[in-house]
């Protein structure tokens, strides 16, 4: 099985008020594209295509923020007629994962919604400064100015749906909780945080990293087909690249993941989905665990289980992205 969270034992791991973009602190630079296809960088409608009915192309911005710069990947929306809205997706991925793996995603989903993907502090293009220990409730001051920033990074009004993927659930969790009255609905994918359970020490957590990020890239390729073969094969690239980009200094040092997963969804005003993988198959959240985190949900949350380990969206694409599509389509208006 293929994690994403730094409590498995497997080797391989994937694993205020409202401001406006242009508010205080928050600084939008860029894109560097990713793609053939250039937009002008403007932070007008970076969903403008000419040719019509088409996404622009994806990229990377940079928004920032008094505690550092936050890389953002962007993958705009297609155009929509003058007057509709449709939510715009933050996602904030698993440990050792990056903002560009949600590309695979924002693919699947058909580019109908813009999808923005910081990466976290340590990961992708984002630096951390050396610390004593790697505090996850840290991210949430970016997650926040990400949020913040959305209008000019998704280049279109709407509300906000806001996705995570194991530790990025706690990121999302405290991002919905500090902006009630822009989050619309909260989605966590095999959260962390929600049993206590055994923390790899950070020895043998450094020990796995260095070992894949010492193989070659087909070496590496082929020990996450073996380990995942049922993933998408558009996954396979971005998790690679992820694992090449993550700093291993952050690894070294205790995690601090701070308070459970049931405290935080206590403050999320907004409706919750949680979807969590069969533990039987390496997913980390257990129906009983489900249960008690929905439980405290002042909005209400709906548990979806599906047939995967940890990573319901590239073990079991189609209904992950039905659930997730379903969700953002309630609140286009």
């Known amino acids: 099985m293929v994690y994403n969270s730094a409590y498995s034992n497997p080797a391989i791991m994937s694993v205020p008020s409202h401001a406006n973009a242009g508010a205080a602190g928050v600084e939008i630079v860029g894109p560097r594209v990713l793609d053939d296809r250039v937009d002008d960088g403007a932070g007008g409608r970076m969903d403008d295509d000419p040719e019509g009915g088409r996404a622009a192309p994806a990229a990377v911005r940079t928004v920032r923020t008094a505690d550092g710069p936050v890389s953002v990947h962007t993958f705009p929306g297609v155009t929509v007629p003058r007057g509709v809205r449709r939510p715009v997706l933050v996602a904030f991925h698993g440990w050792t994962d990056s903002g560009e793996c949600f590309a695979p995603l924002a693919e699947a989903l058909g580019r109908r919604w813009p999808v923005l993907a910081p990466d976290a502090p340590a990961h992708g293009g984002t630096r951390w400064a050396p610390a004593p220990e790697y505090v996850v409730a840290d991210h949430a001051r970016g997650g926040v100015a990400v949020v913040d920033a959305a209008i000019r990074l998704a280049g279109r009004r709407g509300p906000v749906v806001l996705l995570g993927h194991s530790m990025g659930a706690l990121t999302a969790a405290r991002v919905a909780a500090a902006r009630p009255g822009v989050v619309r609905h909260l989605l966590l994918e095999d959260p962390a945080r929600t049993t206590m359970r055994r923390v790899r020490s950070s020895a043998a957590r450094l020990a796995a990293l260095e070992r894949l990020r010492g193989m070659s890239d087909d070496a590496l390729r082929a020990e996450i087909v073996a380990e995942a073969p049922d993933w998408p094969d558009d996954e396979y690239g971005p998790w690679m690249r992820s694992k090449r980009q993550v700093d291993p200094a952050h690894v070294a040092v ?40 929905a439980s405290v949900c002042p909005g209400g949350c709906d548990v979806v289980a599906l047939p995967t380990g940890h990573n319901p969206r590239r073990e079991a694409r189609t209904r992950f992205v039905a659930t997730l599509a379903a969700t953002l389509g309630r609140h286009e208006r």
């Open 254 to 293: 205790p995690v601090d993941w701070g308070e459970p997963l049931a405290a935080l969804l206590a403050d999320v005003r907004c409706p919750v989905t949680l979807v969590r993988g069969d533990p039987a198959r390496g997913g980390i959240v257990s129906a009983t665990a489900a249960r008690r985190c």
